[in-house]
């Protein structure tokens, strides 16, 4: 039934719509085609406002809290030097004018500190470092050699040491050396009393005087001399002695330590003896009087103390080994030798 009452509706909608006249038609797609409000009709009304929240400090009496009133802002403290002429006062030149045209004063060149505090602040530090650091004194004995020496024609021995007592400039220096035949009397014996100074820390001026016990006539020497090492290590001295007497004696000596290992040292030495002018009375001769060459090796149990062995070759030369043999010695000999070194 409903079915029927739908198509019922439709024609009769369909038959109204073929009365409408065609210029009213024309004017639907128009209002067909303005969109529907979906909230038409509805009441949207702007509700009221909300009532406002209470003041909690409302009938508080704030009287009391007024802020106060601003302090007034100090007045401008006059410049006292203000209308001064400072321009004549030093560092106060304008800027237009050239500074610093006088050379500068030279740095010192030997403590840096003085620049700072000065020289005299700096001495009593400079002594205490000078007195704990050098300045000391001290003393030593060194036998270099103290030795049996077997040749032909009869043995003998020899020896040659020193002894001083100073500090690292000043010393007092005592040198001794000497050797004989044990069938026979003293051949050779001297003593030197030296002063020496030390010019760097390698070499040493030395002077004073040396004393000759044997050979007979005695003899007493001015001495002047230098000692030290030289490069490479070798121990080296050389020394005029001018005797009382009026004769000029020269001699240049040296040795080096070779060593093998840490206790093992091999040592060559070398002495030369010249004279100005010949001397028969004690068997000196005028030139290149005498030549000694060694070779010893020792061995150091501790280092001061060291037997060795060794060879020595001893000649002597021009007119020495010509007076020597008038006198009935042999002008050059070999020796066989064994000693010690010791220093304490």
């Known amino acids: 039934m409903r079915a029927l009452a739908v198509r019922a509706l439709a024609g009769a909608a369909l038959a109204a719509l073929a009365t409408i006249p065609a210029a009213a038609l024309a004017a639907l797609p128009a209002v067909a085609q303005t969109p529907v409000d979906p909230h038409a009709g509805h009441n949207m009304a702007t509700p009221p406002p909300a009532p406002a929240a209470p003041d909690p400090?409302?009938?508080?009496?704030?009287?009391?809290?007024?802020?106060?009133?601003?302090?007034?802002?100090?007045?401008?403290?006059?410049?006292p030097h203000a209308g001064h002429d400072m321009s004549a006062m030093p560092g106060m030149a304008p800027a237009a004018e050239e500074i610093g045209t006088a050379p500068a004063p030279a740095p010192p060149t030997d403590h840096?500190?003085?620049?700072?505090?000065?020289?005299?602040?700096?001495?009593?530090?400079?002594?205490?470092?000078?007195?704990?650091?050098?300045?000391?004194?001290?003393?030593?004995?060194?036998?270099?050699?103290?030795?049996?020496?077997?040749?032909?024609?009869?043995?003998?021995?020899?020896?040659?040491?020193?002894?001083?007592?100073?500090g690292d400039v000043d010393r007092l220096v005592i040198k001794t050396e000497g050797e004989a035949d044990f069938a026979g009397p003293l051949e050779k014996a001297e003593v030197q009393a030296l002063y020496s100074r030390a010019l760097d820390p390698w070499w040493n001026l030395q002077a004073g005087l040396r004393y000759d016990i044997r050979p007979n006539p005695q003899r007493v020497y001015a001495t002047l001399g230098i000692e030290g090492l030289a490069p490479y290590w070798f121990k080296t001295s050389a020394a005029l002695f001018l005797s009382d007497k009026g004769e000029l004696l020269a001699r240049v000596e040296g040795f080096y330590d070779q060593r093998i290992t840490q206790r093992l040292i091999l040592q060559p030495r070398a002495e030369i003896n010249l004279a100005a002018q010949s001397t028969p009375e004690i068997g000196v001769g005028a030139g290149l009087s005498d030549i000694e060459l060694g070779l010893r090796l020792r061995y150091e149990v501790r280092r001061e103390f060291a037997p060795y062995v060794g060879v020595e070759w001893a000649a002597k030369t021009g007119e020495t080994a010509r007076l020597a043999r008038a006198a009935g010695d042999r002008p050059s000999v070999v020796s066989y030798v064994a000693g010690i070194r010791f220093w304490f």
């Open 112 to 166: 840096a500190a003085d620049a700072v505090w000065g020289a005299a602040a700096q001495a009593p530090s400079r002594e205490i470092l000078r007195r704990e650091h050098g300045a000391f004194q001290g003393s030593m004995i060194l036998f270099n050699l103290a030795e049996y020496q077997a040749r032909s024609g009869g043995d003998g021995y020899r020896w040659e040491g020193e002894g001083w007592f100073g």
């Open 57 to 79: 400090h409302a009938g508080h009496d704030m009287g009391s809290m007024a802020k106060p009133a601003q302090e007034p802002a100090p007045e401008a403290v006059a410049d």
